[in-house]
């Protein structure tokens, strides 16, 4: 079985900040590339941002110059550093994780339940 728990969204004022978490968990051999995603609502869903496993970073233009991601291989976690949010943001954030478990051959893709972070004064 494997894992992918959310954690860290909540309620905040425009121009705060909030850092997520989403941490891999079960029977993983390898993981490769993790990213965000986010969906509004009566929206689809989007990318966010992604990391590979070697740490190299995409973002979507629009979140570029306020969000970080990163990872921490060892704790098997990537993160999503949200700064000066605005309305616009507020959305159920999901991770996603390219996983290869122990006794398969190739890579699946695996969800978080999602977390939800509202933006509002």
């Known amino acids: 079985q494997v894992q992918l728990v959310e954690s860290g969204g909540g309620l905040v004022q425009p121009g705060g900040s909030l850092t997520l978490s989403c941490a891999a968990s079960?029977?993983?051999?390898?993981?490769?590339?993790m990213g965000w995603y986010r969906q509004a609502p009566g929206e689809e869903r989007e990318l966010v941002a992604t990391?590979?496993?070697?740490?190299?970073?995409n973002y979507v233009d629009s979140v570029k110059a306020h969000f970080t991601i990163s990872r921490d291989n060892a704790k098997k976690t990537v993160y999503l550093r949200l700064n000066n949010l605005n309305p616009e943001d507020t959305a159920v954030y999901y991770c996603n994780a390219e996983i290869l478990r122990w006794g398969e051959i190739r890579y699946n893709g695996y969800w978080g339940q999602g977390t939800q972070v509202t933006v509002s004064s």
């Open positions: 990391i590979t496993g070697g740490g190299i970073a």
């Open positions: 079960g029977s993983i051999r390898s993981i490769n590339t």
